[in-house]
């Protein structure tokens, strides 16, 4: 688990909230007072669905998702296939960390990595 990872996952503990890797919204249903949702959870190549009863969900899951397309909402814009953020601890040898990039944040550098 690399710093910034550490970093998010300290802040949600905080919260009570968990992170749950190889899990996978299906679909979810809402009443007047909570949200139902299904889980696909992948665990050494078994799938088995659970479900989770809430009192809202966060759908963090872009144009594209399970939680637009379940609640019938359309979406106006664009999707880019070409403009992602990738966050990672990186420590390159012989690479400057003094760029400056004013009125977005401390430090900013455009990498290319082909992986």
């Given amino acids: 688990m690399d ?3 550490r970093i998010l996952r ?3 503990a905080k919260y009570g909230c968990e992170v749950e890797l190889g899990t996978t919204l299906s679909t979810f249903k809402q009443d007047e007072d909570r ?3 299904t889980l ?3 665990l ?3 799938e088995h669905t659970e479900e989770v009863v809430a009192d809202w969900l966060i759908g963090a899951d872009g144009a594209r998702g ?4 379940t609640l019938g909402l359309s ?3 664009e999707t880019r296939q070409d403009q992602n953020l990738v966050i990672g601890d990186l420590h390159v040898k012989g690479l400057s960390t003094s760029v400056q990039a004013p009125k977005t944040s401390r430090s ?3 990498l290319r990595a082909d992986y």
């Fill in 44 to 46: 050494d190549g078994e």
């Fill in 10 to 12: 300290s802040h949600l």
């Fill in 40 to 42: 696909v959870k992948s």
């Fill in 75 to 77: 979406f106006l814009g």
């Fill in 35 to 37: 949200v139902t949702a």
């Fill in 108 to 110: 900013s550098r455009k």
């Fill in 3 to 5: 710093k910034a990872e």
């Fill in 66 to 69: 399970v939680t637009r397309k």
